[in-house]
Nanobody, 119 residues
């Protein structure tokens, strides 16, 4: 089992920066990838980006490329989502999720953290 807990959300103004954290615990040696997702009111949850746990390769959805950066600190078992140039349309509940080795899906999810960007 793997547990992940997000933190760092809040209310910011357009153009501001914010860093979210995703702390993993449990069988972290079985993690293959950690992904960030978000869900805005009335919309479906969407993929934001991901990072491979070992190699550090990152992937981003087009709408956040150049503004968001995912990084990890394996010593702390923590993944970060650094968001800059925030826009009102980035307002959502942000979730991190862990994908285990030999699994095709993100099976372990956090409770989410609210990010609100005012114009």
């Amino acid at each position: 089992q793997v547990q992940v807990v997000e933190s760092g959300g809040g209310l910011v103004q357009a153009g501001d920066s914010l860093r979210l954290s995703c702390a993993a615990s449990g069988r972290t040696s079985t993690i293959y990838s950690v992904g960030w997702f978000r869900q805005a009111p009335g919309k479906e949850r969407e993929f934001v980006g991901s990072i491979s746990w070992i190699g550090g390769s990152t992937y981003y959805t087009d709408s956040v490329k150049g503004r968001f950066t995912i990084s990890r600190d394996n010593a702390k078992n923590t993944v970060y989502l650094q968001m800059s140039g925030l826009k009102p349309e980035d307002t959502a509940v942000y979730y991190c999720a862990a994908q285990q080795i030999r699994s095709a899906r993100y099976g372990y999810w956090g409770q989410g953290t609210q990010v609100t960007v005012s114009s």
